[in-house]
């Protein structure tokens, strides 16, 4: 997790952080090298304050971003690309979903968001979008965005993603709600962040003598978002109580009946037997409700226009057998073309290292009073996906973008005893 102002400290921060930390892995098709670190997620309260490029930034350049790379979130077409961000969010569903979500927070609504992520052509594509959600939050007279990125450079994309999300989407959002004065913070989670080893030596020089010029920079927005903060419990039993304290300590009021938070936690065990929260995640993994036919039979089409129906489960599980190293096992139960956007959770990533099975899923307007269903769900997706397999299941990363309730007190003790 790293907090900051702007993108220099931001960037710096997650490239050192990936340099010490992160493990070794080679790509899908074999062909390159990186280190990886799992589901860096980073809040810029004010990236307008900074620059639009890292100072020494290894990457694009300022001009070229903005005569280029730009463009091609501002425009509905995808030209000879595969796709482009700009296409995926106008076009590729038949809408442009920046309008929906405009009309969605100018109705009432707090949260709204835009799936980029196509599963009937995106799980099986050598280049599927590595922007698979855009979440906007409307709190008074800020519009925060919270982006999910399956797959990121971090040292040769991450500035141009969020420069993109930050001067295209969440401007054209915030037009309508107060313009500049509206813009919130940009919160990335980016469930594989990894540095491919041919940079790492210009990354490293680029550094040598750079300091960052962030604190000299005026602030511009007053009004921060509330968190996101890491819980540090990796298990059920430590997680609620961590919980119960920390919601009402740093939940932010919204509206007059509602308080919010944004939250993250690994969970390594559920060492809670809770047979009511098992018996309804089984219903819905075997297709029960709403949430279950978008898990097992999600009416969807191809970038092509055919009409195809997906066991997502079992495209993720096929996907793990045939490609273990993969960015692309994707479950995303939201069906823009259908305009069904009510379901939690939004996304759900597998990614397979080291011989496990390591998850990540990203919960958006979330009750509190529903959090253990959601990690049962889970669970119980996991166990059906590792079936009959040879691998063991990893930590899984939560986050709730954001989580809400009724009133600031939290009270499990009645499950805790």
């Not at 959600?133 to 990121?152: G, Q």
Request: hydrophobic share 35%; with cysteine.
């Amino acid at each position: 997790m790293i907090r900051t102002r702007n993108l220099d400290v931001a960037w710096r921060s997650c490239i050192n952080t990936i340099i010490e930390k992160g493990i070794k892995q080679i790509t899908e098709d074999k062909r390159q090298d990186t280190i990886e670190t799992f589901c860096a997620t980073i809040n810029i309260s004010d990236w307008q304050s900074g620059k639009l490029v890292p100072v020494n930034y290894v990457g694009l350049s300022e001009d070229t971003i903005l005569e280029n790379y730009i463009p091609q979130y501002l425009s509905s077409e995808k030209g000879e690309h595969i796709y482009t961000y700009g296409w995926a969010m106008r076009k590729r569903f038949m809408f442009n979903q920046l309008d929906f979500i405009k009309d969605q927070l100018s109705s009432g609504k707090s949260v709204a968001f835009a799936q980029l992520w196509n599963p009937a052509t995106d799980i099986t594509s050598t280049n599927p979008p590595c922007i698979n959600i855009v979440l906007f939050h409307k709190v008074n007279s800020k519009i925060h965005v919270t982006a999910y990125l399956r797959s990121n450079d971090m040292a040769r994309a991450y500035p141009d993603d969020v420069a993109g999300i930050h001067t295209v989407f969440l401007t054209e959002v915030s037009s309508r709600f107060g313009g500049k004065k509206a813009m919130g913070a940009v919160t990335t989670i980016s469930g594989s962040a990894h540095i491919y080893e041919t940079s790492i030596n210009e990354v490293k020089q680029s550094f040598f003598g750079s300091l960052s010029a962030s604190n000299s920079n005026p602030k511009i927005n007053e009004e921060s978002l509330a968190g996101p903060i890491l819980l540090r419990s990796h298990n059920l039993r430590g997680v609620l109580p961590e919980l119960k304290i920390k919601f009402p300590k740093y939940s932010k009021p919204q509206g007059k009946q509602n308080f919010y938070l944004y939250f993250g936690f690994k969970l390594e065990e559920i060492d809670l037997e809770l047979k009511e929260f098992e018996n309804q995640a089984e219903r819905i993994v075997n297709g029960e409700g709403d949430l279950g036919k978008g898990l097992r039979l999600y009416k969807s089409k191809t970038d092509e226009g055919e009409a195809v129906t997906i066991d997502q489960i079992k495209s993720a599980k096929r996907k793990l057998e045939e490609s273990n190293q993969s960015r692309r096992i994707i479950i995303t139960p939201n069906n823009p073309w259908e305009k069904r956007y009510d379901l939690n959770p939004l996304i759900i990533q597998f990614l397979l290292r080291q011989g496990c099975l390591f998850t990540s899923v990203l919960f958006a307007d979330y009750s509190i009073k529903r959090i253990l269903l959601g990690i049962y769900l889970i669970r119980a997706i996991q166990n059906e996906i590792l079936n009959r397999n040879k691998y063991r299941l990893g930590p899984t990363a939560f986050f709730f973008m954001p989580a809400n309730n009724d009133s600031r007190t939290v009270d499990f003790s009645d499950i805790l005893g």
